[in-house]
């Protein structure tokens, strides 16, 4: 039984293997001579062949010569194919696919010579079903091939000249959407020249030759061009923000995956790149693409790169010459493309010469740069402006080293993400200009990811002029540190848009140029808890005649000298809510020389008491203890009447001022006790207790005090220029006690006095007899051993005069009172009628004096017409009465 189930099996399998020999041999046959025929009538193209061998057991098809057509160009809904193909062998082929699908599916296609002309179909607006692509294949190989690929509407898509080529997991869209591959796949070898890639309307890739070797790509002459100009860019692409244009003498990667509307490149090298990017000023709409295709860089190497970009109006923005750079995980896309960096990247590191950024009004240049994700290194910067005038900051620096450690540097959405650990700036020397009529345009920060830190920035060895060049503020070997410097959302919306935690600088031969005076100092050291300033002055830059001409009311004209100021505590001045609140100010050497001219016009503004003077301070301040040491002040001034200056000084200066304070610090004390000790005239000495509130409204003050031991000559360089007055004698000692506000002045004054005179002067500077022996009638020359107080009443404040006009005032009263008498109303009438009378006596005098005259000379008249023809008696009396 075995032997026949056997030999019936045997004589089924030689049926089949015969059926399969003689369908082989038929299908082979049909093929050879019908299956031109079939296609041509079957599907869209004409083929033919000059062999043909088909293995229907392993699905492998061998061709030579053969030419394919399409029967009809004009069909733009297929692909379009016609050319040549020297040798075609495909294994695997889906022979059920051929004639039930009409979709070519085969598992490994070689062509040897393959000379094709490929016109890809025109896209359809409906979705196409899946499983009708046409062709379907798994590998390719291609060797000594020459393809041009076209779009439906003929505008090349893809050609290469000698071609040999291996595409493993190949696969073709039919139809495909915009932004995507026409062809994709995993896997590749390659050999090619005069290659050329337009996937879209605006770029064109072409390359002369490209080669792998051990999975390593390389490109000669790789260039990405743009296919529009810049003009023309603009008008047909107005949503896209930049256009490229990039050439490479070489270019190499690893790892090339194509994949829809990606590129993704690994270890990728440039060799001489050349990039130029235009610029845009649009913003493209949210929906639009810029760029069109995702580029993942792995690794990216650039040699001996040259970029430069342009602004809209084709001047430059940027550029940079040998510029040598690697980035880890470069990534390209449409969002990227939109900002001022077009792509994104992990980490980097950048080693460029000449580098050079234009802005708007200043051009920035870098002789050498060194930068990395962690650091910058630049050498020998400078920055010119572009333009003279502008309403926005100038500068005209130059620096040899600007250094960077970071800890965070990266753009997020196109913003800037900036953590710093420590910046220095070198040798930093030039000129910041002040804007000219600025714009009160409050600045902003769109393109800053808060927050943004700096922890420490240091300025060495740096001289810096700033302001507008009529009154420049000069900055000699200036050195700075800034400490925890940080950005957000708070601090922007003050004056300074950041906070400081600590800051400290200190400059040499400092040096500030006002309209009147020049400012300057040896040192000036300043930090967040101490101040000091070594040589202060403060020297007027015209003299006292050209002082007068220029101011259009009174004001005063310092000559000040400090040999010391120093005060410590803290502050804080940069942030929404500045403060002063100090320990100690101490003002040592202060030699201060003060002029004032009474020939302008009158300054008719209030002049402010010093507490209302100190209320008005804005900011909450109060400094602990003010001290005022071995000081010399000096006041002149001068009237249209003067002959010269008066003149008051007071030297061996030293006051003590407590609590000096604005009323706007919580738990502090407004009250103000002031202390002066000095020597008045630089002989007597003076001792004065001053005292006022910031917190009383009405500005009531209190100031007590004497002056011992001066004899009257002293003040006669204050009184002798403009009173033509001069005092000799001598007070024992001048008390005055006095309490006011803003109302006016009431007290008492007392002064011990002895051989007190006075003289009134000429014009010439002689002493007016008759004048000064009046005014000495009505003076009290000595006040006797034990003299008495008067009251100073009712003095009125005049508000256009300052807290000393009314002082004087007060001394003023007191002194009338002391040495004319209480009487004194009766008194000035009585000194008044005394000179009256004595004027008229003069007048009487000259008019006796002048009759005289007129009676003698009539008389002589008289003698002439008597001798008359008597000439002995002419010469007697001649001389006589004509004498």
Request: aromatic share 10%.
């Amino acid at each position: 039984m075995k032997k026949v189930y056997l030999k019936i099996l045997s004589i089924t399998l030689g049926i089949i293997f015969l059926v399969i020999l003689i369908a082989n041999f038929g299908m082979n046959f049909w093929l050879k001579y019908q299956l031109p025929n079939f296609i041509k009538n079957n599907t869209d193209y004409k083929i033919s062949y000059q062999k043909l061998e088909v293995n229907l057991g392993t699905g492998a098809i061998f061709a030579t010569g053969i030419s394919v057509n399409n029967k009809n160009p004009q069909n733009q809904g297929v692909i379009g194919l016609q050319g040549t193909v020297d040798t075609l062998s495909v294994s695997r082929i889906g022979i059920y696919d051929i004639f039930v699908n009409k979709r070519f599916n085969a598992n490994n296609l070689m062509l040897n010579k393959p000379n094709l002309n490929i016109i890809l179909p025109k896209p359809s607006n409906k979705k196409t079903r899946k499983g009708k692509n046409p062709f379907v294949l798994e590998n390719i190989n291609i060797s000594k091939g020459n393809l041009e690929i076209f779009r439906h509407d003929k505008q090349k898509f893809l050609s290469v000249k000698d071609l040999n080529l291996q595409l493993e997991k190949l696969k073709l869209n039919n139809d495909p959407k915009a932004g995507k591959f026409p062809v994709i796949f995993d896997q590749y070898d390659i050999n090619a020249n005069n290659v050329f890639f337009r996937p879209d309307n605006v770029y064109a890739f072409t390359a002369t030759n490209i080669t792998t070797k051990t999975g390593q790509l390389n490109i000669k002459d790789f260039a990405m061009h743009p296919l529009l100009s810049y003009a023309n860019f603009r008008r047909y692409q107005p949503k896209k923000r930049n256009l490229f244009d990039l050439k490479t003498s070489e270019m190499e990667f690893k790892d090339f995956i194509l994949k829809d509307d990606k590129i993704s490149l690994n270890k990728v090298r440039f060799v001489n790149p050349d990039l130029k990017m235009y610029t845009t000023d649009v913003k493209p709409a949210e929906k639009e693409r810029s760029f069109t295709y995702v580029v993942n860089l792995e690794d990216v190497v650039m040699e001996e790169a040259k970029i430069l970009v342009l602004k809209p109006d084709g001047t430059p923005k940027f550029a940079a010459e040998k510029l040598n750079m690697s980035i880890n995980k470069l990534m390209m896309d449409d969002q990227t493309a939109k900002g001022n960096i077009p792509f994104q990247y992990n980490d980097f590191k950048i080693n460029a010469q000449k580098i050079n950024y234009i802005s708007d009004s200043q051009n920035m240049k870098v002789a050498a740069a060194v930068i990395n994700s962690t650091s910058a290194d630049l050498r020998d910067i400078s920055v010119k402006p572009t333009i003279l005038k502008s309403d926005k900051t100038l500068m005209d620096l130059s620096s040899r080293q600007v250094f960077l450690k970071v800890n965070e540097w990266k753009f997020i959405n196109n913003k800037l993400k900036l953590d710093v650990d420590n910046v220095l700036i070198s040798n930093l020397n030039g000129k910041i200009k002040s804007p000219e009529n600025p714009k009160n345009k409050k600045p902003t920060f769109d393109g800053i990811a808060f927050p943004l830190m700096v922890r420490n920035v240091q300025l060495k060895n740096s001289n810096l002029i700033l302001g507008k060049q009529n009154n420049p503020l000069q900055l000699n070997d200036l050195n700075a540190t800034l400490k925890n410097l940080e950005m957000n959302e708070s601090t922007i919306k003050g004056k300074i848009p950041f906070k400081v935690g600590y800051y400290g600088f200190s400059t040499r031969n400092f040096n500030y140029k006002t309209q009147f005076y020049r400012i300057s100092a040896s040192l000036l050291k300043l930090n967040k808890n101490a101040v000091q300033i070594s040589n202060f002055e403060m020297i007027p830059t015209l003299s006292r005649a050209e002082f007068i001409r220029k101011i259009p009311t009174e004001k005063d004209l310092y000559n000040l000298k400090v040999n010391q100021i120093t005060m410590n505590g803290n502050w804080d001045f940069e942030s929404s809510n500045p403060y002063l609140n100090a320990s100690k100010l101490t003002l040592d050497g202060i030699n201060a020389e003060i002029f004032r001219s009474k020939i302008p016009k009158d300054d008719l503004s209030e002049k402010p008491l010093y507490s209302k003077l100190l209320r008005s301070i804005k900011m909450p301040m109060f400094i602990e203890q003010m001290e005022v040491k071995n000081s010399f002040l000096q006041y002149e001034e001068d009237t249209k009447k003067s002959d010269g200056p008066g003149k008051l000084t007071f030297n061996h200066f030293n006051m003590n001022v407590k609590n000096l304070n604005s009323g706007k610090m919580n738990g502090k004390p407004t009250h103000v006790p002031i202390e002066i000790h000095c020597k008045f005239m630089n002989v007597s000495p003076m001792n004065v207790k001053w005292s006022f509130d910031t917190a009383k409204m009405d500005d009531a003050f209190a100031i007590s005090g004497n002056i011992s031991d001066l004899p009257a000559a002293e003040i006669n360089p204050f009184i002798e220029p403009y009173l033509k007055i001069r005092a000799t004698g001598d007070i024992s000692d001048l008390i005055f006690d006095f309490k006011g506000n803003y109302k006016g002045l009431n007290g008492l004054l007392k002064m011990k006095h002895k051989n007190l005179r006075v003289s009134i002067l000429k014009e010439t500077g002689e002493k007016h007899k008759l004048l000064s022996a009046v005014a000495n009638i009505f003076v009290r020359t000595d006040s006797g051993k034990y003299p008495e107080s008067v009251p100073v009443d009712d003095v009125p404040r005049d508000k256009t005069k300052s807290f000393f006009n009314l002082f004087w005032k007060g001394i003023e009263e007191g002194l009338k009172k002391t040495l004319i008498g209480k009487n004194i109303e009766v008194t000035e009438k009585k000194v008044k009628n005394t000179v009256e009378n004595t004027k008229t006596a003069l007048e009487q005098n000259k008019k006796k004096l002048k009759e005289t005259k007129q009676e003698v000379k009539e008389k002589v008249q008289n003698v002439k017409e008597n001798i008359k023809g008597k000439p002995l008696l002419k010469n007697v009396f001649r001389k006589k009465y004509e004498k």
